[in-house]
T-cell receptor, first 114, second 111 residues
Framework: DSGVTQTPKHLITATGQRVTLRCSPRSGDLSVYWYQQSLDQGLQFLIQYYNGEERAKGNILERFSAQQFPDLHSELNLSSLELGDSALYFC?????????????FGNGTRLTVT | GQQLNQSPQSMFIQEGEDVSMNCTSSSIFNTWLWYKQDPGEGPVLLIALYKAGELTSNGRLTAQFGITRKDSFLNISASIPSDVGIYFCAGQENYGQNFVFGPGTRLSVLP
Protein backbone atom coordinates (compact mmCIF):
# COMPACT_ATOMS: atom_id res chain seq x y z
CA ASP A 1 0.00 0.00 0.00
CA SER A 2 1.59 3.24 -1.20
CA GLY A 3 -0.49 5.41 1.11
CA VAL A 4 -1.92 7.37 -1.84
CA THR A 5 -5.70 7.04 -2.07
CA GLN A 6 -7.68 7.63 -5.23
CA THR A 7 -11.44 7.64 -5.66
CA PRO A 8 -13.43 6.44 -7.40
CA LYS A 9 -11.74 3.28 -8.71
CA HIS A 10 -13.97 3.17 -11.76
CA LEU A 11 -16.00 5.80 -13.54
CA ILE A 12 -18.24 5.32 -16.57
CA THR A 13 -19.75 8.37 -18.18
CA ALA A 14 -20.96 9.69 -21.51
CA THR A 15 -19.31 12.04 -23.96
CA GLY A 16 -19.77 15.69 -23.14
CA GLN A 17 -20.02 15.08 -19.41
CA ARG A 18 -17.79 16.33 -16.61
CA VAL A 19 -16.18 14.24 -13.87
CA THR A 20 -14.03 14.85 -10.82
CA LEU A 21 -11.28 12.51 -9.68
CA ARG A 22 -10.00 12.74 -6.14
CA CYS A 23 -6.62 12.01 -4.60
CA SER A 24 -5.34 11.98 -1.04
CA PRO A 25 -1.53 11.99 -0.87
CA ARG A 26 0.63 10.05 1.57
CA SER A 27 0.75 11.56 5.01
CA GLY A 28 3.44 14.23 5.02
CA ASP A 29 3.72 14.54 1.25
CA LEU A 30 3.26 18.05 -0.07
CA SER A 31 3.48 17.40 -3.82
CA VAL A 32 0.72 15.83 -5.86
CA TYR A 33 1.06 14.79 -9.49
CA TRP A 34 -1.52 13.65 -12.01
CA TYR A 35 -0.71 11.23 -14.81
CA GLN A 36 -2.76 9.76 -17.64
CA GLN A 37 -2.16 6.23 -18.91
CA SER A 38 -4.03 5.16 -22.03
CA LEU A 39 -4.33 1.51 -23.02
CA ASP A 40 -0.89 -0.08 -23.27
CA GLN A 41 0.73 3.32 -23.11
CA GLY A 42 3.23 4.89 -20.81
CA LEU A 43 2.55 7.48 -18.16
CA GLN A 44 1.86 10.97 -19.47
CA PHE A 45 2.42 13.76 -16.96
CA LEU A 46 -0.50 16.16 -16.67
CA ILE A 47 0.10 18.54 -13.78
CA GLN A 48 1.84 18.95 -10.42
CA TYR A 49 0.85 20.84 -7.29
CA TYR A 50 3.06 21.64 -4.34
CA ASN A 51 1.52 22.75 -1.07
CA GLY A 52 -1.55 24.15 -2.81
CA GLU A 53 0.20 25.90 -5.67
CA GLU A 54 0.53 24.74 -9.26
CA ARG A 55 4.18 23.78 -9.76
CA ALA A 56 4.39 22.33 -13.27
CA LYS A 57 2.20 21.57 -16.25
CA GLY A 58 2.60 18.79 -18.74
CA ASN A 59 0.40 17.71 -21.61
CA ILE A 60 -2.82 18.71 -19.93
CA LEU A 61 -5.75 19.66 -22.14
CA GLU A 62 -7.58 22.93 -21.59
CA ARG A 63 -10.70 20.88 -20.83
CA PHE A 64 -8.90 19.47 -17.81
CA SER A 65 -8.09 21.33 -14.62
CA ALA A 66 -6.87 20.47 -11.15
CA GLN A 67 -6.44 21.96 -7.74
CA GLN A 68 -4.88 21.10 -4.41
CA PHE A 69 -6.75 22.02 -1.26
CA PRO A 70 -5.42 23.23 2.12
CA ASP A 71 -5.62 19.69 3.51
CA LEU A 72 -3.38 18.70 0.54
CA HIS A 73 -5.86 16.46 -1.20
CA SER A 74 -6.24 17.12 -4.90
CA GLU A 75 -8.97 16.92 -7.49
CA LEU A 76 -8.67 16.52 -11.24
CA ASN A 77 -11.63 17.85 -13.20
CA LEU A 78 -12.26 16.56 -16.70
CA SER A 79 -14.94 18.30 -18.74
CA SER A 80 -16.53 18.02 -22.18
CA LEU A 81 -15.38 14.42 -22.16
CA GLU A 82 -14.47 12.68 -25.39
CA LEU A 83 -14.08 9.00 -26.17
CA GLY A 84 -10.31 9.48 -26.31
CA ASP A 85 -10.26 10.58 -22.69
CA SER A 86 -10.90 6.99 -21.63
CA ALA A 87 -7.80 6.02 -19.67
CA LEU A 88 -6.36 5.26 -16.28
CA TYR A 89 -5.68 8.41 -14.30
CA PHE A 90 -3.04 8.14 -11.62
CA CYS A 91 -2.24 10.42 -8.78
CA UNK A 92 1.21 10.33 -7.21
CA UNK A 93 2.68 12.16 -4.28
CA UNK A 94 6.12 12.96 -2.99
CA UNK A 95 7.62 14.74 -0.05
CA UNK A 96 8.54 17.56 -2.36
CA UNK A 97 11.04 19.08 0.03
CA UNK A 98 13.78 17.14 -1.72
CA UNK A 99 13.78 18.00 -5.42
CA UNK A 100 14.45 14.41 -6.45
CA UNK A 101 12.23 12.58 -3.98
CA UNK A 102 10.55 9.58 -5.62
CA UNK A 103 6.88 9.52 -6.56
CA UNK A 104 4.47 7.12 -4.90
CA PHE A 105 1.42 6.23 -6.95
CA GLY A 106 -2.17 5.47 -6.07
CA ASN A 107 -4.06 2.65 -7.74
CA GLY A 108 -5.70 4.94 -10.23
CA THR A 109 -9.16 5.78 -11.46
CA ARG A 110 -10.25 3.97 -14.59
CA LEU A 111 -12.36 6.34 -16.67
CA THR A 112 -14.51 4.97 -19.45
CA VAL A 113 -16.25 7.46 -21.74
CA THR A 114 -19.04 5.96 -23.84
CA GLY B 1 11.10 17.24 -24.70
CA GLN B 2 13.12 14.54 -23.03
CA GLN B 3 12.43 10.97 -24.06
CA LEU B 4 13.42 7.72 -22.49
CA ASN B 5 13.79 4.47 -24.38
CA GLN B 6 13.36 1.11 -22.72
CA SER B 7 14.66 -2.14 -24.06
CA PRO B 8 13.34 -4.66 -24.65
CA GLN B 9 9.72 -3.64 -25.19
CA SER B 10 8.59 -7.04 -24.03
CA MET B 11 10.15 -10.32 -23.01
CA PHE B 12 9.08 -13.87 -22.30
CA ILE B 13 11.28 -15.87 -19.96
CA GLN B 14 11.17 -19.16 -18.14
CA GLU B 15 10.66 -19.20 -14.40
CA GLY B 16 14.04 -19.23 -12.69
CA GLU B 17 15.86 -17.30 -15.39
CA ASP B 18 17.58 -14.00 -14.83
CA VAL B 19 16.26 -10.87 -16.55
CA SER B 20 18.01 -7.74 -17.74
CA MET B 21 16.43 -4.59 -19.07
CA ASN B 22 17.66 -1.08 -19.66
CA CYS B 23 16.62 2.49 -20.04
CA THR B 24 18.44 5.08 -22.11
CA SER B 25 18.23 8.81 -22.56
CA SER B 26 19.74 11.37 -24.90
CA SER B 27 20.21 13.67 -21.90
CA ILE B 28 22.22 13.34 -18.72
CA PHE B 29 20.01 12.52 -15.74
CA ASN B 30 20.69 13.04 -12.06
CA THR B 31 18.14 10.57 -10.70
CA TRP B 32 16.75 7.28 -11.97
CA LEU B 33 13.75 5.43 -10.61
CA TRP B 34 12.46 1.96 -11.43
CA TYR B 35 8.80 1.03 -11.00
CA LYS B 36 6.73 -2.12 -11.51
CA GLN B 37 3.08 -1.99 -12.50
CA ASP B 38 0.74 -4.93 -12.07
CA PRO B 39 -2.45 -5.04 -14.16
CA GLY B 40 -5.08 -2.64 -12.87
CA GLU B 41 -2.80 -1.16 -10.23
CA GLY B 42 -0.56 1.82 -9.87
CA PRO B 43 3.20 1.70 -10.40
CA VAL B 44 5.14 0.66 -7.32
CA LEU B 45 8.60 2.06 -6.65
CA LEU B 46 11.27 -0.63 -6.75
CA ILE B 47 14.58 1.18 -6.62
CA ALA B 48 15.81 4.79 -6.63
CA LEU B 49 19.31 5.73 -7.84
CA TYR B 50 20.98 9.07 -7.17
CA LYS B 51 24.65 8.80 -8.16
CA ALA B 52 26.44 7.76 -11.32
CA GLY B 53 27.76 4.23 -10.93
CA GLU B 54 25.49 3.50 -7.98
CA LEU B 55 24.42 -0.13 -7.69
CA THR B 56 21.39 -0.78 -5.47
CA SER B 57 19.59 -4.00 -4.64
CA ASN B 58 16.09 -4.73 -3.43
CA GLY B 59 15.76 -8.46 -2.85
CA ARG B 60 16.23 -10.22 -6.18
CA LEU B 61 16.28 -6.88 -8.01
CA THR B 62 19.42 -4.92 -8.72
CA ALA B 63 19.59 -1.61 -10.53
CA GLN B 64 22.52 0.47 -11.66
CA PHE B 65 22.92 4.14 -12.49
CA GLY B 66 25.03 4.17 -15.66
CA ILE B 67 28.43 5.84 -15.58
CA THR B 68 27.53 8.08 -18.52
CA ARG B 69 24.41 9.18 -16.58
CA LYS B 70 22.42 8.54 -19.75
CA ASP B 71 21.28 5.05 -18.88
CA SER B 72 20.18 2.72 -16.15
CA PHE B 73 19.81 -1.04 -15.88
CA LEU B 74 17.52 -3.33 -13.95
CA ASN B 75 18.27 -6.98 -13.34
CA ILE B 76 15.97 -9.56 -11.80
CA SER B 77 17.51 -12.81 -10.66
CA ALA B 78 15.77 -16.17 -10.47
CA SER B 79 12.47 -14.89 -11.84
CA ILE B 80 9.18 -16.09 -10.37
CA PRO B 81 5.61 -15.83 -11.69
CA SER B 82 4.80 -12.76 -9.60
CA ASP B 83 7.52 -10.83 -11.43
CA VAL B 84 5.08 -10.54 -14.32
CA GLY B 85 4.16 -6.94 -15.05
CA ILE B 86 5.36 -3.79 -16.74
CA TYR B 87 8.62 -2.25 -15.58
CA PHE B 88 8.99 1.49 -16.02
CA CYS B 89 12.07 3.60 -15.66
CA ALA B 90 11.81 7.28 -14.82
CA GLY B 91 14.52 9.90 -14.94
CA GLN B 92 15.01 13.41 -13.72
CA GLU B 93 17.27 15.67 -15.78
CA ASN B 94 17.62 18.54 -13.34
CA TYR B 95 16.75 18.84 -9.67
CA GLY B 96 13.23 20.06 -9.27
CA GLN B 97 12.14 19.03 -12.74
CA ASN B 98 9.46 16.45 -13.20
CA PHE B 99 10.34 12.86 -13.81
CA VAL B 100 10.04 11.54 -17.35
CA PHE B 101 8.80 7.97 -17.72
CA GLY B 102 9.89 5.42 -20.26
CA PRO B 103 7.35 3.39 -22.29
CA GLY B 104 7.91 0.29 -20.16
CA THR B 105 9.17 -3.25 -20.56
CA ARG B 106 6.45 -5.89 -20.35
CA LEU B 107 7.71 -9.04 -18.65
CA SER B 108 6.02 -12.42 -18.93
CA VAL B 109 7.26 -15.39 -16.92
CA LEU B 110 6.45 -18.86 -18.21
CA PRO B 111 6.15 -21.67 -15.65
Amino acid sequence: DSGVTQTPKHLITATGQRVTLRCSPRSGDLSVYWYQQSLDQGLQFLIQYYNGEERAKGNILERFSAQQFPDLHSELNLSSLELGDSALYFCASSVGAQPNSPLHFGNGTRLTVT
Amino acid sequence: GQQLNQSPQSMFIQEGEDVSMNCTSSSIFNTWLWYKQDPGEGPVLLIALYKAGELTSNGRLTAQFGITRKDSFLNISASIPSDVGIYFCAGQENYGQNFVFGPGTRLSVLP
